[in-house]
């Protein structure tokens, strides 16, 4: 399977992760800390709004990119792919690793031509370092916590990924691979 098209050269190619979470009312909970023999109390709410976050990273050029979106399907992939293709710098050429969800894997995302795209085995989260993204941010900003309804998710998400991302090194360190490096 030959994944980068004619012309392009390996020196000239940046290896991007993508992949998307669900940030809710019906949210994470996550450890936290406690004086011992006590059991802290956790708020979880019972209602069903979520938002999604699309993002996507490349550990070698510590760049990051996400949309926050009311649902998940065809059209945000493309809206979504639109922005990685943006954020590509000219004369580079994006290979874009990503999980076989049916909005990734549709001939109507359409054609880019700055990114390829490298779809991971089956059933294999631990492969895209994006997952790890999530961990953070929930751990961070997102998890034991009521939201106030659908705004407040998106406020939240979008707080929380530019948290994360405005720290410099941060996708390089939490999302580099040896695997990965070209």
């Not at 004619?6 to 994470?28: C, H, L, M, Y």
């Not at 049916?102 to 779809?119: D, E």
Request: contains cysteine.
């Amino acid at each position: 399977m030959e994944i980068l098209p004619r012309g392009v050269s390996i020196e000239k190619v940046d290896v991007w992760f993508q992949d998307e979470a669900r940030i809710g009312q019906r949210g994470t909970v996550t450890r936290l800390w406690a004086i011992k023999g006590t059991r802290p109390r956790v708020i979880r709410q019972q209602q069903f709004e979520y938002a999604y976050i699309f993002g996507a990273v490349c550990p070698q050029t510590d760049q990051a990119v996400a949309l926050v979106l009311p649902e998940v399907n065809i059209t945000a992939m493309r809206l979504h792919l639109e922005q990685i293709s943006a954020s590509v710098p000219i004369g580079r050429h994006a290979v874009l690793v990503m999980d076989r969800a049916g909005w990734h894997t549709s001939k109507k995302i359409g054609v880019y031509g700055n990114l390829s795209f490298l779809p991971l085995p089956a059933a294999s989260p631990e492969l895209n370092p994006t997952e790890q993204v999530w961990r953070q941010l929930r751990e961070d900003e997102l998890a034991n916590r009521c939201f106030a309804g659908y705004e407040d998710i998106v406020e939240s998400s979008c707080r929380a990924w530019n948290n994360f991302t405005e720290k410099e090194g941060s996708v390089k360190k939490l999302c580099s691979r040896d695997w990965a490096t070209l």
